[in-house]
Nanobody, 123 residues
Framework: VQLQASGGGLVQAGGSLRLSCVASGRTFSSLAVGWFRQAPGTERDFVAAITWRSVNTDYADSVKGRFTISRDNARNTVYLQMNSLKPEDTAVYYC?????????????????WGHGTLVTVSS
């Protein structure tokens, strides 16, 4: 599967952005999808994930209550709604998928990475 993330940009602290991840291929409905982020000089960290039928979602502690992950299988798209953004949320955000019917919680689970989209939160 090929993944394409979009929706990044510059926003002031306290603002909101919605990222989108569009997938190509016929297996999207069998894929969990996750979002990761990487700030300069740091490792790529897990942000959020959603299972193939939206039954389960998972979030990093740092974004719980502020970010919401959702998906529209008819549009082959996963969204990350980011509210109450903080300067420490500044990073390149990547969407990613594991193999079909597998969950995703760490970078080691990833089979396909999308290109990143830059989110910059100013103070």
């Amino acid at each position: 599967v090929q993944l394409q993330a979009s929706g990044g940009g510059l926003v002031q602290a306290g603002g909101s952005l919605r990222l989108s991840c569009v997938a190509s291929g016929r297996t999207f409905s069998s894929l969990a999808v996750g979002w990761f982020r990487q700030a300069p000089g740091t490792e790529r960290d897990f942000v959020a994930a959603i299972t193939w039928r939206s039954v389960n979602t998972d979030y990093a502690d740092s974004v719980k209550g502020r970010f919401t992950i959702s998906r529209d299988n008819a549009r082959n798209t996963v969204y990350l709604q980011m509210n109450s953004l903080k300067p420490e949320d500044t990073a390149v955000y990547y969407c990613a998928a594991p193999r079909p019917w597998k969950t995703i919680q760490t970078a080691a689970d990833v089979s396909s990475w999308g290109h990143g989209t830059l989110v910059t939160v100013s103070s």
